[in-house]
């Protein structure tokens, strides 16, 4: 048995939340809202999707927000997409740095922590 690939990451968020999500996911990450299957819309929560990556939020009822534990998306333009989340009033945070990245911290609207990265140049 070997891994294949990441299919998704889930993180959670409180119930009714979806539309502080969409915003942040869509709107600043560029993320497209994806129909979750009708066998699971229920439950609330929303998907999103670009190409390979997939972030689904789903509803806690007993929420706390990943403040250690995150994502780390790979992006072509973290200059911009930093200039973008800060001008929408996104509090990003700086932390040690990583060999070949540059890469800052921010917080999705219910306080998930979520890494950006983009690779140095060679």
Known sequence: ?????????QLAMPEGGEQRARPFYADLLGLEEVEKPANLAGRGGCWFALGEVRVHLGVAADFVAA????????????????KRLETA?????EDEPLEGYHRFYVY?????RIEMMQPLEP
């Open 67 to 82: 403040a250690k534990a995150h994502p780390a998306f790979v992006v072509d333009d973290l200059a911009e997409l930093r």
């Open 108 to 112: 999705d609207p219910f306080g998930n």
């Open 1 to 9: 048995m070997t891994i294949l690939r990441l299919d998704h990451v």
């Open 89 to 93: 009033g996104c509090h990003v945070v």
